[in-house]
């Protein structure tokens, strides 16, 4: 059946119908062809022509800059053909030069494999020898040498490459020939992740440079609303923005849903599974994005009762998919996608990125994603063939979900987000340091690569005797190995284990093992629940037994900060808003068991709390404001309450992040000042950058935050405006009357000079 089919179907259901907020039918387009000043090689051009392959605007735009020596980066859209538009240059040079090297990153061992296939095939298709080899954790150690040593094109993740550096002698034939760095799925390298990742980068380039190599880079990534900024912050070199896609679209359909209409219980992955259960009984192979693990679980599940009521369980095949299965797991559920023998797959964001899965026709997204750059991602995963696409977005109680469903004009007119790198984490810039001079001795040349920061902390790792003075510059003197002490993604180092049975069933940082895996808590596993038995957090050790139950679990926690040096300040009448450092420490102290919404009970919990130092930023208000909630019968702290919610759940309207990246308390009296405070940090120590934009953004997002609540029917507050899904008190107090005060004060102060 057809794309249409299903959305005639869905408009006809009387269930579905009255739940579609809005469809919008997004028209295809004609391929726009370009031309290059100077034709291909010819066993390129031979290659082009016999796959009947014309190139589009955007690919010779980018094969032109590459002639040019310069670096770039493509921000056309899914499935535009980006793959052949930075592999051809490559190729080319490759060709011409015959000691030339590439080096090719992509965030993820099945994305690197992916490419492998990409690269084997143009390599036979044109008989030019590239050599292409996959380098990472997987390579068996007999391997390693002859791609070493006769590679020209090594594909890795950031991870390996964080390895590798130290042992950069045994590359120097690759990296006498390195002439470009491909960064695919660019976009992935945002907050602390990203800001590792660019200092990885700039030592990767210290090496080179030690090889008279400055190579090019090619980055390839979704729609940012900064990329130049963002492409210059990743790799320190200016990169030529190519965005005007040549390449044809398919008519797509975009339909946005919402389960919560007046008088009816709704429930998102309730309506998630229906939906994806009927595009898949219209013949249409669909993919459902999650927006947590335990989602992803959960929806698959239902989905196979509803088959399993329907006397169908052996007609479809559905299956979930998510970061934390074993390698082996995720490779076969890769492979029957491909091949077709799925008809339908849960996801979470693990395969939102671009690796190939097959021409699917729809997918379904379990609530809206939480920025406009990720939600296009996953619409973009279908409609990958010559015949038009659905995709639909369910929406969840959150107040952005909401917000789009009755505004459906600001869904489709959003603009993308920025991608934030922050290089002054002073933790992560010490870490990448120590990493450096476990490469090559450190010197006053580096500090232009490293920043401000190079000198002071130099200094300081001196003095803690982490590097040590030589002759030739700073060398690590560290007792354990740089790179095994210094994570890339910001996490935990701590990584914990959950066994059933004997039974690795997967692995959790030690923030991850907290919220979904304390004694108690109930634990989704390929549809299998599982409840947890044990917790040892200094063993790093989580116990699980299955079980049958129809409850779930959800943990509650204690924020408390303390301010540290202030970065800026900016005074406005009755409020003053100043970023700088903060101390977090979160306390669990308990968990409630749920069931359809019903807290059925609640248990202590006795972990031990988390504590560590990031950057936010503080809206300290006059005490006039309670007088002002006080005199209107107001509840002070459920407005300040309610207002720090409805800030945060906006704030991705703007940025690239979401609620996790993003951490939140209010005090009526913060004890530094005696008087009310909203303080809004980043969710990671260090801190991502992110907060540090809110001065500048505080007016919109005030704006947008007061629309939300203003225009929500509710009458105390409630999931589609105030209620906010992490909250670790249990959204309470909440004042929604006092919250929209609080918000129109900002708005207030902001607008007098």
Not at 317 to 328: D, H, Q
Not at 522 to 538: K, S
Not at 601 to 617: D, E, M, S, Y
Request: contains cysteine; negative net charge.
């Amino acid at each position: 059946m057809t794309a249409e089919a299903l959305l005639a179907a869905l408009k006809g259901s009387e269930r579905h119908s009255r739940r579609i907020a809005a469809v919008r039918s997004i028209e295809g387009r004609e391929a726009a062809y370009g031309s290059l000043e100077r034709p291909l090689s010819l066993r390129l051009e031979r290659m082009l022509d016999e796959r009947d392959i014309r190139l589009y605007t955007h690919q010779c735009a980018a094969i032109e800059e590459c002639r040019l020596g310069g670096s770039l980066i493509l921000t056309t859209p899914t499935a535009s053909g980006k793959t052949l538009g930075f592999s051809l240059p490559v190729l080319e040079r490759l060709e011409t030069e015959p000691a030339a090297t590439a080096l090719f990153l992509y965030p993820t061992k099945a994305l690197a494999r992916d490419q492998m296939r990409v690269l084997l095939d143009l390599e036979a298709a044109s008989g030019i020898r590239i050599g292409p080899a996959v380098y990472d954790g997987d390579t068996p150690q007999g391997m390693r040498p002859q791609i070493r040593n006769q590679s020209r094109i090594v594909i890795m993740n950031p991870y390996e490459l964080h390895q590798v550096l130290p042992w950069h002698y045994k590359w120097s034939r690759f990296l006498a020939g390195l002439q470009f760095i491909v960064i695919d799925e660019a976009h992935r390298y945002r907050g602390v992740f990203g800001s590792s990742i660019a200092l990885l980068l700039r030592r990767l380039e210290r090496i080179c440079r030690g090889y008279r190599r400055t190579p090019q880079y090619l980055l390839s990534t979704a729609t940012l609303a900064n990329p130049e900024e963002f492409g210059k912050m990743l790799t320190g070199h200016p990169c030529r923005l190519i965005e005007r896609n040549g390449a044809p679209q398919q008519k797509r359909h975009v339909i946005l849903y919402n389960p919560y209409i007046p008088g009816e219980t709704g429930s998102t992955i309730t309506a998630a599974a229906e939906v994806m259960l009927t595009s898949v009984r219209h013949d249409l192979q669909t993919l459902c994005f999650a927006q947590s693990r335990k989602t992803a679980e959960v929806i698959t599940t239902v989905a196979k009762e509803y088959l399993q009521q329907a006397g169908e369980v052996d007609r479809y095949e559905l299956a979930a998919y998510r970061a934390g299965y074993l390698p082996s797991e995720r490779r076969d559920l890769e492979n029957r996608l491909q091949q077709g023998q799925l008809h339908g797959l849960t996801t979470t964001s693990a395969l939102e990125v671009g690796i190939d899965i097959g021409s699917l026709d729809a997918v379904v997204l379990c609530g809206y994603p939480g920025t406009m750059i990720a939600t296009w991602q996953q619409i973009g995963r279908a409609g990958r063939r010559e015949v038009p696409s659905v995709a639909t977005v369910i929406a969840q109680q959150g107040p952005l979900d909401q917000y789009y469903m009755h505004h459906p004009e600001a869904f489709f007119a959003a603009p993308h987000e920025q991608a934030i790198i922050d290089l002054g984490n002073p933790a992560i810039v010490s870490g990448q340091l120590l990493c450096a001079a476990a490469e090559l001795p450190l010197t006053d040349g580096d500090q232009d690569l490293f920043g401000p920061l190079f000198s002071p902390l130099t200094t300081a790792l001196v003095r803690e005797r982490l590097l040590a003075e030589t002759e030739s510059g700073l060398v690590y003197a560290g007792r354990q190995r740089a790179t095994e002490a210094v994570k890339l993604d910001g996490l935990s180092g701590d990584i914990f284990r959950v066994v059933a049975g004997g039974r690795v069933l997967e692995t959790l940082d030690r923030h991850q093992a907290y919220r979904e895996a304390f004694a108690g808590a109930i634990l989704l596993h390929q549809g299998e629940t599982f409840a947890v038995t044990a917790m040892e957090p200094e063993n790093l050790d989580i116990t699980a037994e299955p079980v049958d139950v129809e409850y779930t679990t959800k943990p509650l926690h204690a924020t408390e900060i303390t301010a540290g040096t202030v970065a800026t300040t900016t005074v406005r009448p009755g409020l003053t808003i100043e970023t700088g450092e903060v101390t977090v420490q979160e306390t669990f102290t308990g968990y409630q068991i749920r069931q359809y919404g019903e807290v059925l009970a609640t248990h202590h919990l006795g972990l031990p709390p988390l504590t560590f130092q990031t950057r936010g930023v503080s809206l300290k208000f006059s005490a006039t404001l309670l007088q002002d909630l006080t005199v209107a019968g107001l509840d002070p702290a459920g407005a300040l309450h309610g207002a720090e919610h409805a800030l945060i759940a906006v704030m991705p309207v703007h940025l690239l992040c979401d609620r996790q990246d993003i951490g939140g308390v209010s005090m009526v009296m913060a004890p530094e000042t005696g008087g009310p405070l909203i303080c809004i940090y980043d969710g990671c120590p260090g801190g991502a950058g992110l907060t540090a934009r809110v001065p500048s953004l505080l007016g919109k997002l005030a704006a947008m935050a007061g629309d939300l609540v203003t225009s929500c029917p509710c009458t105390d507050g409630c999931p589609a405006c105030i209620h906010s899904p992490k909250c670790g008190n249990d959204n309470c107090p909440l004042d929604k009357q006092g919250t929209i005060m609080v918000l129109a004060k900002i708005q207030a102060a902001l607008s007098t000079p």
